[in-house]
Each structure stands twice: as C-alpha cells, then as structure tokens.
C-alpha cells in the first residue's frame, strides 16, 4: 500500500500524454489542472478498484478479473467506458495469445495443445462476462 497520498498518483508523464492525446493542437494545460487531473484520475481508478473487490468478494474470489472491473463501471453507471474496455482487453488476450503461440513456436513447443487451452481460457472468461 502507498505511504504517501501522493504514491498514488499516476506518472506526470503518462498524464501529459493523455491530456495532449485528448485535446486538440495548441491548446495547453497549466501545470495545476494537471496535477488536478492526475489527482482524480488516481481516485477514479480506486473508486472502480474498490467496486471491483466487491465484486470479486462475491465470488468469493481475491483475485480482480476483467468481469469484476467491467462490473463495477456498469454498478457504478459507468457504462459508457464498458464497452471500450471489453474491445481492450480483447485486444490484450489476442496479443498476448500471439506472444505465447511466438514463445512457443520459437521452443518447439506443443504449439496446437497450447492453443486450445488458451482458447478454452478465453471462451471461459467471455461465458462469465456475458452472464453477468
């Protein structure tokens, strides 16, 4: 856990970057509406976490899953950041299933057994999430 209130924060870099991703050329942010933004950002994100425990705790689970965070925003009325979260993490299980079929390949691993439980793994965790 952080120490300081300020731990929690995000990077100052990472938060400049979302800000000039985010508005137009030449618009410029004073160095206290980034601070600003820095500071609720980091309270969103534990708002949702906190949120998504609860519902990972009602799994009985300890362990946040992307169904619990995708939850949350929806308990939350967040909806409208569901679905650009389920397009992401989608997006994450594919690149990380070509990361494994490469690693694999590269081994001479047993490359079609490997898929097939990562597909069942995947079909499994969009079953929970479309239930939900």
Excluded: W
Excluded at 37 to 65: D, M, P
Excluded at 77 to 98: I, R, S, T
């Amino acid at each position: 856990m952080a120490e300081k209130l300020e731990d929690l924060n995000l990077p100052n870099l990472t938060v400049q970057k979302i800000i000039k991703d985010a508005l137009p050329d030449g618009v410029n942010v004073g160095k206290d509406a980034r601070s600003a933004l820095s500071r609720a950002t980091s309270i969103f994100v534990l708002y949702i976490t906190s949120q998504a425990s609860k519902e990972a705790q009602k799994a009985n689970r300890k362990t946040l899953l992307g169904q619990d965070i995708i939850a949350a925003l929806e308990e939350l009325e967040f909806e409208e950041f569901v679905e650009p979260l389920q397009v992401m993490l989608k997006e994450f299980k594919d690149l990380k299933q070509k990361k494994n079929k490469t690693k694999k390949n590269s081994e001479g691993g047993d490359v079609e057994m490997t898929e097939e439980i990562e597909d069942e793994a995947v079909e499994e965790e969009e079953n929970c999430e479309t239930h939900e």
